[in-house]
Antibody
Framework: QVQLVQSGAEVKKPGASVKVSCKAS????????MHWVRQAPGQGLEWMGI????????NYAQKFQDRVNMTRDTSTSTVYMELSSLRSEDTAVYYC???????????WGQGTLVTVSS | DIQMTQSPSSLSASVGDRVTITCRAS??????LGWYQQKPGKAPKRLIY???SLQSGVPSRFSGSGSGTEFTLTISSLQPEDFATYYC?????????FGQGTKLEIK
């Protein structure tokens, strides 16, 4: 069965960077793009970007263009999302989600809470 | 960016009620729309894809309709486990955008 398992919660200081991982199993890793979505406390869902695990190409939301870097490691079927220059507004749960055949999001990771606090 | 306007933002209903949630897109998104259910502390779960197709394993009391710019999610007879927050998502063009969410609460 498809599973996306994310890394654990992080606490970071303003200005630091965080790197969240998402390990995929139960399907051919390179056959499905992976999205990243975040959700601030008590708020809605916000799409951050997408990576093609096969070639590594990415497409980022303009809001994050200068601060986000999505990468992948095909040897471990893992995608990564690194966000730099963190500020308090980046406190959120970060989700990876697989792109489905119809280009939406089907399977989701369990989420990773990133807290930015001095 | 395509704006997704979801209404209502909150809804109070009783078990057995029929409820409808609406999403309007700021431009034509064909049928590139999904509906997601999220419970507190959990990841979203897809209910509907391609505007009106039921995700495997999702109860048939959930249905979706619409195309172009106006879409609806209907729950025909609310069950206790349906009280959650619902989001629409357009995936016709990057950046993908979600509606603001509808919190469905027990009356």
């Amino acid at each position: 069965q498809v599973q996306l398992v994310q890394s654990g919660a992080e606490v970071k200081k303003p200005g630091a960077s965080v790197k969240v991982s998402c390990k995929a199993s139960g399907y051919t890793f390179t056959s499905y793009y992976m999205h990243w979505v975040r959700q601030a406390p008590g708020q809605g869902l916000e799409w951050m970007g997408i990576i093609n695990p096969s070639g590594g190409s990415t497409n980022y939301a303009q809001k994050f263009q200068d601060r986000v870097n999505m990468t992948r490691d095909t040897s471990t079927s893992t995608v990564y999302m690194e966000l730099s220059s963190l500020r308090s507004e980046d406190t959120a749960v970060y989700y990876c989600a697989r792109r489905s055949g119809d280009y939406a999001l089907d399977y989701w990771g369990q989420g990773t809470l990133v807290t930015v606090s001095s | 960016d395509i704006q997704m306007t979801q209404s209502p933002s909150s809804l109070s209903a009783s078990v057995g009620d029929r409820v409808t949630i609406t999403c309007r897109a700021s431009q034509d998104i064909r049928n590139d729309l999904g509906w997601y259910q999220q419970k507190p502390g959990k990841a979203p779960k897809r209910l509907i894809y391609a505007a009106s197709s039921l995700q495997s394993g999702v109860p048939s009391r959930f249905s979706g309709s619409g195309s172009g710019t106006e879409f609806t999610l209907t729950i025909s007879s609310l069950q206790p486990e349906d009280f959650a927050t619902y989001y629409c998502l357009q995936h016709t063009i990057y950046p993908y955008t979600f509606g603001q969410g509808t919190k469905l609460e027990i009356k």
